[in-house]
């Protein structure tokens, strides 16, 4: 079966300092990764899909097969980074999302 | 163009009664999955609707049941509500096309089961 694991409940970073949110992923198909942010108050949206290969608000993930990790990185945080983070696995041919237990990131000035 | 839209915003029912949301999916979208957010857990998918049919289905019991109508938008049932179904329901639409599977997020009904 499928399963995303996001091994931090929190992580907290100083302003300036390297981010890396961790996400692990179970799944025998071929993975179509996302993440997703909440921002205080405001609904889900997407930050990133691995497939597009872009870089959104500085931030960066790239999908390793050989450890089934689609981890996010940004080089510099920022205090508007400040947000919940989910890492989502597509499956069911493509019907289906299954998300991790997420992540909330606080950056610190 | 609103985005994923979702009524009511909050919902307080007493265990046994049933309860109806209802979405309506971003403008170009003809695709509505649903999904259920425990406190402090990340969404779990409850269904998918598309062409007025459930296309797939996750690990919910019988008493959550949906509707999609003719204009896309659609409506979460769940009948004999038990506290454990207090949550954040989320809806959120896509398009058809296999290469455009992004998911967009309405901002959720937050059901109190008492």
């Known amino acids: 079966a499928q399963r995303v694991t996001q091994p931090e409940k929190l992580l907290s970073v100083f302003k300036g300092a390297p981010v890396e949110l961790k996400c692990n992923y179970s799944?025998?198909?071929?993975?179509?990764l996302f993440w997703y942010v909440q921002y205080s108050r405001q609904r889900l949206q997407l930050l990133l899909r691995?497939?597009s290969r872009e870089s959104i608000k500085g931030f960066t993930a790239d999908l390793n097969k050989g450890e089934t990790s689609f981890h996010l990185k940004k080089p510099f945080a920022q205090e508007e980074d400040s947000a919940m983070y989910y890492c989502?696995?597509?499956?069911?041919?493509?019907?289906?999302?299954?998300f991790g237990t997420g992540t909330q990131l606080k950056v610190e000035l | 163009d609103a985005g994923v839209t979702q009524s009511p915003t909050h919902l307080i029912k007493t265990r046994g009664q049933q309860v109806t949301l209802r979405c309506s999916p971003k403008?170009?979208?003809?695709?509505v999955s649903w999904y259920q957010q425990a406190l402090g857990q990340g969404p779990q998918f409850i269904f998918q609707?598309?062409?007025?049919?459930?296309?797939q289905r996750g690990n919910f019991p019988d008493r959550f049941s949906g509707h999609q109508f003719p204009n896309y938008s659609s409506e979460l049932n769940v009948n004999a509500l038990l506290l454990g179904d207090s949550a954040l329901y989320l809806c959120?639409?896509?398009?058809?096309?296999?290469?455009?599977?992004?998911?967009?997020f309405g901002p959720g009904t937050r059901l109190t089961v008492l």
């Open positions: 959120a639409s896509s398009p058809a096309d296999r290469d455009k599977v992004t998911q967009y």
């Open positions: 799944y025998s198909g071929s993975p179509e």
């Open positions: 691995h497939i």
């Open positions: 989502a696995l597509l499956t069911g041919g493509g019907n289906k999302l299954t």
């Open positions: 403008s170009g979208h003809d695709t």
């Open positions: 609707y598309y062409e007025e049919e459930e296309r």
